[in-house]
Each structure stands twice: as structure tokens, then as C-alpha cells.
């Protein structure tokens, strides 16, 4: 009976935490962090403006002593509007889980400022560990990585993606809308 809800219980965890209801946004950034390492992420996420405890997929690819890896975790996603400006916050979960490699990671949290017509201004990274530092904490300037059609779309969500991904599908539907 143990092993059985064992079982059940790592099945639910692992499908949990790589699901989201809904598809809405796909973006990619990059940054460079303090550690001089560059970082690439994909954010998959729900409609943050209709969803009240929205929740979106982040992976997060960077290249640490010759390896490439990629982790993935769970974001809350919420929003403020500003003075004609537009505060979407990242705040990521307390773990992350290993997609390609091993180590250990803590998760980013994201701040990204859009005018109304969805032009980036500002984005800024921080880990877990960065913000514990208080008024020293250092923000990492983050650039946003233009897609140019939807087989770039689709050559990016590859890059972080592959299709025994639970999202995977989901994902190339989504990229195909742009078609």
C-alpha cells in the first residue's frame, strides 16, 4: 500500500510541476549573471491578467565548465499597472529540478516593465540567494531575444523542449498560430 501511493504521490508531483492550464505567452531572455555565466530562458505562462494565481514553466539553459544544462521550475506570475507601465513579476519556486545534467540550482525571479503597447523597457534577474542580500542585492540586466516566425518559435521551444516533454505539444500548438 506504501509503494502504491509512493507511486501516486511522485506521479501527481512530477506531472504537477511541469503543467500549466493554459499556454498564453512564450518569451526568451538572456542575462549575464555575476558569476560571469550567461544564461538563456524560456517562459511559458498562463494568462497572468485573467488568471488570479497564475503560474508559469520557466527553463533556464547555461553552459557551466564545458557542460550545457537545463532546469526547469515553477513561477508565480502577477502583474502591476504604473503610471502608463506595466510590472510583470517572475517569482520563482522554492526548487529546481535538473532537465539536462545535474547540479544545483536556485531558482530566478524576474521583473519585466512593458509600455501598453508591449514594448520591453526594463527586465531584471535575480536569484533566491541574490535577494537574501538585501540593499546588496545585484540585478541582472536582462535582453529579450526577438523570434522572428513561428519555425523560429519552434527552433527555440526545441532548444529547451524535447517531445517527450509533457509541454511539448502544447508548445507546438502554440507556435503554430503564428503560421
Do not use: C
Request: net charge negative.
Amino acid at each position: 500500500m506504501k509503494l502504491l501511493m509512493f507511486i501516486t504521490f511522485s506521479f501527481l508531483t512530477t506531472f504537477s510541476f511541469s503543467q500549466i492550464q493554459n499556454i498564453e505567452y512564450v518569451d526568451f531572455y538572456t542575462w549575464t549573471g555575476a558569476d560571469k555565466v550567461s544564461y538563456k530562458v524560456i517562459i511559458v505562462s498562463e494568462d497572468f491578467a485573467e488568471i488570479e494565481d497564475a503560474k508559469s514553466v520557466v527553463r533556464v539553459k547555461y553552459n557551466l565548465e564545458g557542460n550545457s544544462k537545463i532546469v526547469e521550475f515553477i513561477s508565480d506570475v502577477s502583474y502591476d499597472i504604473n503610471e502608463g507601465l506595466v510590472e510583470i513579476y517572475f517569482l520563482g519556486g522554492e526548487t529546481a529540478k535538473f532537465i539536462q545534467n545535474s547540479g544545483s540550482y536556485t531558482p530566478d525571479n524576474f521583473v519585466f516593465t512593458f509600455d501598453f503597447e508591449g514594448n520591453l523597457i526594463d527586465a531584471f534577474q535575480a536569484d533566491h540567494n541574490e535577494l537574501k542580500k538585501g540593499d546588496d542585492t545585484h540585478f541582472a540586466d536582462m535582453e529579450a531575444i526577438s523570434v522572428e516566425s513561428s519555425n523560429h518559435l519552434r527552433e527555440s521551444i526545441q532548444e529547451f523542449f524535447s517531445s517527450s516533454d509533457s509541454l511539448y505539444r502544447d508548445l507546438m500548438t502554440y507556435a503554430s498560430q503564428f503560421d
